[in-house]
């Protein structure tokens, strides 16, 4: 790869020889886009090595507790020699706000330990998904039959694919300037003279790293700028254009 700041995801995933790791470290020194990137895509390995795990909710014992401190309990019963109907426990105001609080707590306590059951299974999913295109994205950069194809971006930057027919996949590199507030660039693959996105990157973002797959099928990679949030065309002129074939 010949342009330095393309080797950021590479370095992430030590796809890098020791040559192109030193010279790549000597360059991070000194380059502030890379450096951000290079943090981003480390905090991202990082989550992935974090078990998800779970604990009963905190607050859940201690809204049980006080409310069983506010209520007034029952009294023990004194002895009676005069036979009564046994009091039932439904009958005693006390006693119902004692159940009714319990009950309030239990269906509170039980609501949140639900919402925060289904935010670990959330991320433990997210985190799986994300761990699952790491791996392949490494195989792509390590492939046998891996080609790279670079090419100037107009008006500044370069863009760099990555691409494995045994994968059917390429990894997009991307180092340019910012396309402009609210802008996006946006990559797209050609089938002959058919468009199809793949992928969008969030507004004024201008550095990236992408795993885009259905790539055998292309004669080309597109980039463009659209309007944050991308477009279902490209939007002309295309600013950069790599051959796939």
């Not at 502030?32 to 795990?53: F, H, I, K, S």
């Not at 509170?108 to 639900?114: F, L, M, P, S």
């Not at 463009?224 to 991308?230: D, I, L, S």
Request: proline residues 7%; charged residues 20%; contains cysteine.
């Amino acid at each position: 790869m010949s342009e330095i700041h393309s080797l950021a995801g590479p370095y992430v995933l030590h796809a890098l020889d020791e040559s192109e790791r030193e010279t790549f470290i000597q360059h991070l020194r000194g380059c502030q886009t890379c450096a951000d990137e290079v943090a981003e895509l480390n905090e991202t390995v990082a989550r992935l090595a974090d078990d998800a795990w779970s604990v009963p909710p905190p607050a859940l014992r201690g809204n049980v507790l006080a409310a069983v401190r506010r209520t007034r309990q029952i009294p023990p019963a004194r002895p009676v020699r005069v036979r009564r109907e046994p009091t039932r426990w439904w009958r005693h105001p006390a006693a119902l706000v004692t159940a009714a609080c319990l009950l309030v707590a239990a269906l509170v306590g039980g609501a949140t330990w639900t919402v925060q059951e289904q935010r670990l299974r959330d991320e433990r999913a997210t985190a799986q998904a994300a761990q699952q295109e790491l791996a392949r994205t490494q195989a792509v950069l390590t492939a046998q039959d891996a080609t790279v194809r670079t090419a100037n971006v107009a008006g500044g930057g370069k863009v760099t694919v990555v691409a494995s027919p045994s994968q059917d996949a390429a990894v997009i590199l991307l180092a340019s300037h910012s396309p402009g507030e609210q802008k996006a660039y946006q990559f797209w693959l050609m089938e002959g003279s058919t468009p199809h996105s793949a992928g969008v990157l969030a507004a004024g973002q201008a550095t990236a790293t992408r795993l885009v797959s259905g790539v055998n099928a292309a004669d080309a990679m597109g980039l463009t700028v659209e309007p944050a949030g991308g477009s279902t065309t490209p939007t002309l002129p295309i600013i950069a254009e790599i051959p796939m074939k």
